[in-house]
């Protein structure tokens, strides 16, 4: 026998579990909820299927296939706009020649479908209409039968005044094909309110038939969680995925429970998840396949689709979670809390009750959210970091995201011009770079590859050469599980805050222009692009004086790329180097990246024992390093910015020197003693970077070991910074362990506010209003200038926090100013 299933709903009520799949196609207990539909049809006998089909067609059409895996034989109609439920079966009309079945695949029953048949054609019914009797018939359409149960009227959506009958329309028809003549082709016709009106008005046979199995119309998150509920009560016969190991317990197969996890039924455990020791799952909760819940989490009456993964200490109450969700440690969700597709929920946020969260979106770390995140909500996680895009290797950062994010940069640009790419020495800057090069070419952008490079050479060949931009592909420095992929403009700096967001809507709207088969992009390798390097750098210096000093020093080139530049360097300044890891490794940088401690004291060791005048420990992307002095004492970032600003302002009277607002109050007294000047910038680099390219700008420092010397090149340069350094010390006959001898101690703590994003405008609106009887410097943030010291506070870019600097005469004294700052701004949150 034939039937019919309804799968073209968009499911609304359901967002954002429907935002991108097909109401039917949601999972109950691990099954699309149309699977249940098509199983209890071949259950009953109907093995010829016509399935009608509208939103995101393809995904039911992908799942279910002829519908030979499932017992039946499966065919589909396809509605190009909503044509209601019996326009779209009128849609499927040629298929439907004989009794007919009409179901909704997206809801949860287990009627008996052959009794409803059964009835139909002992009545000799034109049309028949399963009943179910509820406790609340509101939201129903209530239909009133005669004792014979033939159908007297029709209520939909009556007030309590018009309740006359507890029975309901379920949605479940049984036709025969002269229904047809009631159904207008290619119009919005529904049954309820259009068809069996006018099938009463001409008296035909129209009969309502009472079923006593389950019903249930899933169309909101309660029915939702309360249809898996009975699903594990056992209420409605569903069959569960899964070999049942206990009372209420179904596990998957490869699931790995741990004997220390504790799992209280009735539960479902999905294919392949993984339950750590302490975790605790309570009852009604669900787990999709390759589900990961961490030692201590708590998951009770939760539904989490398929390869969602629960931090450690994570806390979950009646809520559901899509697809590919991650939410990180001491996260909390609470009650009728729906989390949509491939979301990123931060650690210690809360997300309470009530709230909806739509696919691709981020919760940031310790935020609180009382809204539902939406489209077009600001809440949505953004592409771009500090640094590029970064996130873990080839999970976060994948080739597929790489190719789309590469064309999205390329189609930014003019059509035809060139951008520079390069890599670090790991495996996996070398695939994602391919990526890169590839999603450039496709978008008809040439690529000049320097292969294996520095970042600083990066950034100079794309100055020097043709280039309208560049990609760098390297590890996150300090994290070789984490890649980042970083695009520079024109001029060699990191792109500006427009261009990000302009390269995130052409992602987000996939966008991309794609060039024709004649106008794809070519690559090309630059040659002698070191050696201009070197020469632009030595034509910065004085290379004679470099010679008479003879400079020895100890290098290590911690496996990265600079271990191809410096050789070719050092050749031009008569330095007698004593090097360290001295080669480029694949294998080797990741390990550099994490045993740096150990490797600043061996040089530290090298540089006394060896009685060498300076050693430099160079971080692998090229652009930082750690000094060491001639006695072997390791610098710390600040006592380095303030040792370079010293030579600077001695060896260049009247110089400009540019360091971010939180720096040390100290550096400007170095400079003001020795005539120089300082302006102040924000704490970005990119900001650093452009103030350095302006002019006028002598050399420029950050806070975290990266020095510019503008005169070369306005970036971080670690190989200019050490034959800048070897150059000063020449110039000034000093040695840098009698320049950091002199340098004062610093008095600078630092505290953290968690701060929800929609307050931070807030939070340094009230701050500049509290600070209105003091001098107050507005760079970057709010800086408050008190006798003895200054207090900043700054918003994070990235993360759901507020940073608070302050510097003091003495440790204590810039601990409780900085605690004072940081109470101001929890009083402000409250």
């Not at 590919?324 to 309470?352: K, L, M, P, Y």
């Not at 390069?422 to 090069?437: C, F, G, M, N, P």
């Not at 403009?489 to 794609?514: F, M, N, P, V, W």
Request: net charge negative.
């Amino acid at each position: 026998m034939k039937a019919v299933i309804l799968a073209g709903g968009e499911g609304t009520r359901l967002r954002p579990l429907t935002s991108n799949q097909p109401k039917p196609m949601i999972p109950l207990v691990n099954r699309p909820m149309m699977e249940h539909i098509v199983r209890l049809l071949a259950l009953h006998g109907f093995d010829d299927v016509v399935v009608t089909v509208a939103f995101l067609a393809n995904q039911v059409r992908d799942y279910f296939g002829d519908g030979s895996d499932f017992g039946v034989r499966m065919r589909y109609a396809t509605e190009e706009t909503p044509l209601g439920t019996a326009g779209s079966v009128r849609n499927a009309a040629d298929e439907l020649d004989e009794t007919f079945l009409v179901i909704s695949g997206d809801v949860l029953t287990d009627v008996d479908l052959g009794a409803i048949v059964k009835n139909h054609q002992e009545v000799g019914a034109l049309a028949s209409i399963a009943l179910k009797r509820v406790e609340n018939p509101l939201e129903f359409g209530i239909v009133i039968t005669r004792p014979d149960g033939s159908i007297e009227r029709f209520l939909e959506k009556p007030t309590w005044g018009q309740v006359f009958s507890d029975t309901i329309n379920t949605g479940i028809y049984v036709l025969e094909p002269r229904i047809f003549d009631f159904i207008a082709v290619d119009e919005v016709v529904d049954f309820a309110g259009d068809v069996f009106p006018r099938v009463l008005e001409q008296k035909l046979p129209l009969f309502g038939s009472i079923v006593d199995g389950y019903w249930e119309d899933v169309g909101t998150l309660e029915a939702y969680l309360t249809a898996h509920q009975d699903v594990l009560d056992q209420r409605v016969k569903v069959d569960i995925e899964g070999f049942r190991i206990g009372e209420g317990i179904w596990l998957g197969e490869g699931a790995d429970v741990d004997p220390e996890a504790r799992i209280d039924g009735p539960v479902v455990i999905g294919d392949n998840c993984r339950i750590e020791a302490g975790a605790m799952l309570r009852s009604y909760s669900v787990l999709g396949t390759d589900v990961v819940v961490k030692s201590d989490a708590f998951v009770e009456r939760a539904v989490c689709h398929d390869h969602v993964f629960v931090g450690p200490g994570v806390r979950l109450r009646g809520c559901v979670i899509g697809r590919s969700t991650d939410i990180r440690g001491h996260a909390r969700i609470e009650e009728n809390v729906v989390v949509g597709d491939e979301c990123f929920v931060g650690e210690q946020a809360v997300i309470n009750p009530g709230v909806k969260v739509y696919p691709f979106k981020t919760v940031e770390n310790g935020a609180v959210v009382n809204s539902s995140i939406v489209w077009e909500s600001r809440g949505a996680r953004t592409l771009f970091g500090r640094r590029g895009v970064h996130g873990l290797a080839n999970v976060d950062v994948t080739p597929e995201l790489t190719i789309r994010v590469a064309m999205a940069y390329g189609t930014a640009l003019k059509k035809g011009v060139t951008v520079t790419t390069s890599r670090d020495t790991s495996r996996i800057a070398r695939a994602l770079k391919r990526a890169v090069i590839g999603g450039l070419n496709l978008a008809g952008v040439n690529v000049e590859d320097v292969e294996l490079a520095t970042v600083p050479l990066t950034r100079f060949q794309i100055r020097n050469g043709q280039a309208r931009g560049g990609v760098t592909v390297r590890l996150v420095p300090g994290d070789p599980d984490s890649v980042e992929i970083r695009f520079f403009d024109a001029d060699g700096r990191d792109i500006d805050e427009s261009t990000q967001r302009k390269i995130e809507r052409i992602l987000s709207r996939e966008d991309y222009r794609r060039a024709f088969a004649g106008d794809i992009g070519d690559i090309e390798y630059p040659p002698r692009s070191l050696e201009f390097y070197t020469s632009a750098l030595m034509s910065t210096v004085d290379t004679e004086r470099l010679h008479e000093r003879a400079f020895k020093v100890v290098l290590d080139y911690s496996f990265g790329a600079v271990s191809i530049v410096m050789p070719a360097v050092l050749a031009k300044t008569g330095v007698e180097a004593l090097s360290v890891n001295p080669f480029a490794s694949t294998a080797s940088v990741a390990v550099a990246l994490e045993e740096k401690s150990s490797r600043v004291a061996r040089v530290a060791d090298l540089v006394r024992a060896s009685g060498s005048h300076l050693g430099i420990v160079i971080d692998p992307d090229g652009e930082t390093s750690t000094l060491i002095d001639d006695e072997g004492n390791a610098l710390n970032n600040e006592q380095a910015l303030l040792a370079l600003v010293t030579l600077v302002s001695e060896a260049r009277p009247g110089a400009c020197i540019a360091l971010p607002v939180a720096a040390s109050r100290v550096a400007e007294r170095i400079a003001s003693a020795n005539g120089a000047d300082i302006t102040w910038t924000k704490l970005s680099a990119p900001h650093l970077m452009e103030i350095a390219s302006g002019g006028g700008v002598d050399f420029a420092a950050a806070l975290d070991g990266g020095f510019i010397w503008p005169d070369f090149l306005p970036a971080f340069d670690a190989t200019a910074t050490l034959v800048k350094v070897l150059d000063l010390l020449a110039a000034t006959g000093r040695t840098l362990s009698s320049i950091v001898k002199q340098l004062p101690r610093l008095h600078i703590a630092h505290e953290t506010v968690a701060t929800p994003w929609e307050r931070k405008g807030a939070v340094m609106r009230e701050m500049v209003e509290l600070a209105a009887t003091r001098d107050v410097v507005l760079v970057d943030g709010v800086k408050v200038l008190h006798d003895g010291g200054w207090a900043l506070v700054l918003p994070d870019p990235e993360e759901a926090l507020t940073h608070v600097w302050a510097e003091g005469d003495a440790d204590q004294a810039a601990r409780q100013l900085a605690q004072e700052y940081a109470r101001r701004i929890r009083q402000m949150l409250r």
